[in-house]
C-alpha cells in the first residue's frame, strides 16, 4: 500500500518493487528471527524487521474482514452492498468511496483465497483491495499555538474538540477523519508547538508522534498575520524531510491589514505547497485536502517515474556556507549507520545534534558509533563558536531566521499601510491589563457571570423543575404502590430530577467560559497573575489549567502538560481540586438558594471561589517551601489578539458540556440515585413515617457511624452521607440530598410553597442552619475530588502516591477549614 520513512531509504525500497498493488509474500525468518525472507515481483528479498515495519501492507486477515462486509450473495454486480453504501461506519465508507471507480465492489471468497495466485480475478481484486486501502491517508496538523489547527481538524472531520484562543488548548493528540474525493484522510490534531526542541512537553509530544508515527503528508498550520514567527517551525519540518503541505490560516486578516505576498513563490523557496486558508468560513479547506492528496499520491508514483513535476521538492535550507559544511561534516559521521535513516533524515538529527538537543543526544549515544558522532559535533560546535563567536544553537537560530527573513524579502511580503488591524487589541489591553484595573475586572467579570447564571437560569430551572414534578405527579397517580413505584417517585425522578433542573445554570456559566477563552482574555488572565503565582511558586502558565479547572478538574489536570518546570507541573496538580468545578455548582446552587436570600447569592458564590483561590495560593507556597523543591522557568507565553468569537462556536462549546452533563444524568447519577434510595429503602418497616424509616435503614445507620466525625462541623447524617456519596463524583451530592430530603413527613407541607422554601423547611426541621450550611458549602468546595480527577494525578504525576496524597491532604484540609468556619460562626453568632 505506502513505504514510510525518508531519503534515500525510502527511495531504495520503492526501487526493489514494492509499490501500490504489488502482493508481498513472506517466506521466512533468519534463525534469530531477523531479517526476514520475502518474495515479491518474482525475486526474494532480505529486510530487516525495523525496515519491514516501514511498509504498509493489507494482510490477509483484512481482505477476510473486507470478504464480511461484501458477500457475492448481498451484493449484484455493478452495485454496493448494504454494508458499504449509506453505512455509518468509517470503514465502509472508505470502502464504498474507493470502489467507486469501479463498476463492481470489491468481493473475496474466503474459499479461494489459498487460490489466490492461480486465480486472475483474484488476483484483480487484492490489487483493488490494496488500492482501497491506499486510499488512507494520515496527516498530522502541526503548527504553532493559536494558529488554528483544532480549528481546521473540526472544520474538516466535523469532530467537536475544544478551540481556546490561547496557547495550550490542544495537550494531547485528537484523531479524527475527513471522507475526501473518495479518500479517507485520517487527521490527528497535535499539540501547539514553537518549535521542535526538547524544551516543552508539547514540543518532545510533536516530535515522537511524528518521528514514531511517521504520517504520510504532514500539515503545516501558519498564522499568516505572524508570518516571520510561525515559519520557524516550518523551516525545522523542512529539515526532517517530510512530505508537507503549509495552510496559511488567517489569510483574511493577511488581506484585510493590506499586506502583500506572493505565496506560490514563498512556496516554490521552501520546496512545499502554501494555500491560503481561512478555518473558520472554510475557506481554502478543499483546495488543501485536494493538495494534500496529490502530494500523496505523487510521493508514492515518484520512484516509477521520475520525470513527474512534483508539488514538493527537498530542499536544504542553506544556513550559510561555515554552517552547512559543519552540519554535512555531522551528518556524514551520521550517516555510517545505515539503520538510522529508517526513521530519521540525518541532516536533521546533524542539526539538532549542533543545537545540543538533549533528546537527540540520547538517540544518537545509543548507537554504536554514538561516541564518534558526539566527538565530531562536539569538534564542528567548537569551530562554529571559533569563527562565529557564538555557540552553535544561537548560530543555527540566527540563520533559520536570515533563511525565513530572505524568502519573505523575495516572495515579495510587505506590510500594508492600513490602520493598525490590533489597535482594538492595545487599546482592549492597556485596560484589561492596567495595574490598578486588572483585577477589579477579572472579580467584575466572575460576579458578572454568577449572577447572570443565578437571574437568566432561574426561568428555564423553574420551567424544568415543573416538568419533574409532573412527571413525578404522573407516575404517583397512575403506578400501583409498592417498592417500584417507590424507587422511580423517590430515587430516579427525586435523585435524577434534583440534579438535571441545574442544566440551564451549567449551561449558562460554559458559556462564559466559552467567550473568555475564545475571545483571548484568558491568556490576559495568565499574564495578570503571573507575579501572584511565582509568589506562590508557580509559573505564569499555571493559571490557565486553574481557570480550566472551573469547568472540570480532569482537562485541567492533563493540561498541566504545558508547564515546563516538573515543580510548578507537580504543585498545580495537587492545588487544582480547590479549584470549583461545575460538578460542584448544582450543591452551590441548591444549598444557597436555599439559606441565602437572591441579593447575597453571588457573593456566598464569589467568596466560595474565592476561598478555593486562597486555600491553593496558601497549600501551593507551603508546598513549594517545605515539599516540592526545584528550578522554575522563565514566564513566556503568546498573548493573542483579541478576536470575537463565532456564536456557533461558542453555541457548539456550550451544548458539548451540556450534552456531557446530560450522559451523567443517565449514567452515574441515575446509578447512583437508585443506590441511595435502596439504602434508604431497607430494611423497610410497615407502620413508620419517612423521617423513621430513613433513620433505621442501612443508610441511616451508616450515616450515624461517621456523625461523630462531623460533629464539629454541625452536619446531620444525612449531610455526612451526602458527603460520602460524592466521592464517586460531586453531582451525587445533590442527587443525595434529593432523595434523602424528598417526601420528608417530618415536615407538613404547603403545595404553593417555593421549592427552596420546602427544602429550607425541611433541612432546618433536621437543626440545619444557615451557618451549618455555609460550612458544608466549604467542605465541598475543599474535600476530595472525585475519581476521576484521581486517576487523571495520577496519570499524569506518574504515581499513585501523588494521587492518594492529593485525596487525603484536601479531605483533611477541608475538614479543618469547615469546622473553624462553624466553630467561629457559633462564637460570633
Known sequence: MKVMGHGSFRKRIVEMGFIRGKEVEVLLNAPLQDPVKYKIMGYEVSLRRDEGKMIEVLSTEEVRRIKESSSPESTPAGSSSSETKGSSSPEAEALSAATSESSAPVVIDEADISEADKSEENER????????????????????????????????SGAHERVGNYSGVTVDAKEGYAMHKGYRINLTDLPGTYSLSAYSPEEMYVRRQIIDKTPDVVINVIDSSNLERNLYLTTQLIDMNLRMVCALNMFDELENRGDKLNYQLLGTLFGVPMIPTVFTNGRGVEQLLDTVIKVYEEASNQALNKNVKLLTR???LSHGQQLEDCIDSVKKEIQKNQGIRVKYSTRYLAIKLLERDSETEKVVQELPEGPA????????????????GEDSETTIMDAKYGIIKGALKEAGYEIGEKEDQYKLTHTLDNIITNKYLGFPIFFLILFLMFEVTFVLGQYPMDW??????????????????????DMIVGG????VGSVIVFLPQILILYFFISFMEDSGYMSRAAFIVDKLMHKMGLHGKSFIPLIMGFGCNVPAEMATRTIESRRSRLVTMLILPFMSCSARLPIYIMITGTFFALKYQSLVMISLYAIGILTAVVVSKIFCTFLIKGEDTPFVMELPPYR?????????????????????????????????WALGYFPHHEGLTQHEQQEQSYIGQMGKAVAPIFSPQGFDWKLDVSLIAGVGAK????????????????????????????????????????LIAYAYLIFILLYFPCIATIVAIKNESGSWKWAIFAAVYTTAVAWVASAVVYQLGQLIY
Open 125 to 156: 481484486r487484492l490489487r483493488r483491495a490494496a488500492l482501497q486501502k491506499h486510499r488512507e491517508i494520515s496527516v498530522a496538523l502541526v503548527g504553532n499555538p493559536n494558529c488554528g489547527k483544532t480549528s481546521l481538524f473540526n472544520f474538516a
Open 314 to 316: 527537498h530542499v536544504h
Open 373 to 388: 558522532i558526539i566527538a565530531e559535533r562536539d569538534k564542528q560546535a567548537k569551530k562554529i563558536l571559533e569563527e562565529t
Open 464 to 485: 424544568i423543575e415543573a416538568g419533574v414534578g409532573w412527571i413525578g405527579d404522573m407516575v404517583s397517580e397512575h403506578m400501583p404502590d409498592g417498592p417500584l413505584k
Open 492 to 495: 430516579i425522578i427525586a435523585g
Open 644 to 676: 470575537m468569537p463565532t456564536w456557533k462556536a461558542i453555541g457548539r462549546h456550550t451544548w458539548e458540556k451540556g450534552k456531557q452533563y446530560l450522559k451523567k444524568m443517565g449514567g452515574i447519577i441515575l446509578v447512583a440515585s437508585i443506590i441511595v
Open 731 to 770: 453531582e451525587i451530592v445533590a442527587s443525595t440530598m434529593g432523595v434523602l430530603y424528598a417526601d420528608d413527613e417530618s415536615v407538613a407541607e404547603d403545595e404553593d410553597m417555593a421549592k427552596y422554601e420546602k427544602l429550607r423547611t425541611k433541612m432546618e426541621a433536621e437543626g440545619i442552619t444557615p
